[in-house]
């Protein structure tokens, strides 16, 4: 059996598959980091740098370049729809910045867009992609679901606060239900990218690195806001798919 084959028999553990993949890296990279020492950082640009050549060796293996959007370019009529979360994402620099220097700021945002083009190539590209001839919502739902689990690992590390990585899952979880549905209003993966390398990047240059300390209650009260809007958000987007299970499921 190929591997396309196999994703196109076995929508769900196929997704499984490439999700495993992500953990993994997680995992080598985390204890290569704890034996060696090579910083947060470098895991990080590390593990993404990884999985961002594991995905282009997967999407050419399944010959999914166009059916997961990178064929698709931005177009001026994609704009509107990426407003919302591109402003959402400005957010973080409400408060200021805590990094100026020029090298640092083009690292992080070197940095921001490996992070971005490798998790969007996992979970809008190949997991939603593997998802959707289960139902476009059900495909939806679970990739922001995993998306957004994966975000509770922060606290493995024991550089993110507890709370904050709780309450930036069920962020992670709306932001992820948005991206699908861009993805799949647009048909392309590049505005996704974008979008998710503007939210790490402003985080970054905002608290400046890649520590999460303790946050006050209004920060975690934003968050979980942030999170539900998104939702509202990419279920408004997809309200035609949703209105159309909708009526598949009551007429006989």
């Known amino acids: 059996m190929t591997l396309t084959s196999f994703t196109t ?45 594991i995905g282009i060796f997967l999407l050419t293996r ?12 931005i177009r001026l009529a994609h704009v509107p729809l990426c407003i919302l979360p591109c402003a959402i994402a400005l957010l973080s620099l409400a408060e200021g910045i805590r990094v100026t220097a020029p090298v640092e700021i083009l690292t992080f945002a070197a940095l921001t867009l490996v992070v971005g083009f490798a998790e969007e190539t996992y979970f809008r590209g190949l997991i939603l992609t593997s998802l959707l001839p289960t139902g476009t919502i059900r495909a939806v739902i679970l990739s922001s679901l995993v998306f957004a689990v994966l975000h509770l690992l922060n606290i ?15 962020a992670a979880f709306g932001l992820g239900i948005t991206l699908a549905a861009i993805r799949l209003r647009t048909g392309s993966i590049w505005p996704l990218v974008g979008i998710h390398a503007l939210f790490d990047f402003t985080s970054l240059i905002a608290m400046g690195g890649i520590d999460v300390p303790a946050q006050s209650s209004r920060v975690l009260f934003i968050s979980i806001l942030i999170g539900i809007v998104f939702v509202a958000y990419g279920l408004f987007l997809l309200r035609n798919e949703i209105s159309g299970a909708i009526q598949r499921s009551v007429i006989p």
């Open 9 to 53: 028999e076995h929508p769900y553990r196929s997704s499984a598959w490439f999700l495993l993949i992500v953990v993994f890296v997680l995992i080598a990279l985390a204890v290569i980091n704890l034996l060696f020492l090579i910083g947060i950082l470098v895991q990080v640009a590390a593990v993404d740098l990884i999985l961002a050549i």
């Open 62 to 73: 399944l010959d999914w370049w166009g059916k997961a959007g990178y064929t698709t370019g």
């Open 156 to 170: 493995i590390g024991g550089t993110w606060d507890p709370f904050y990585t709780v309450v930036d899952t069920v």
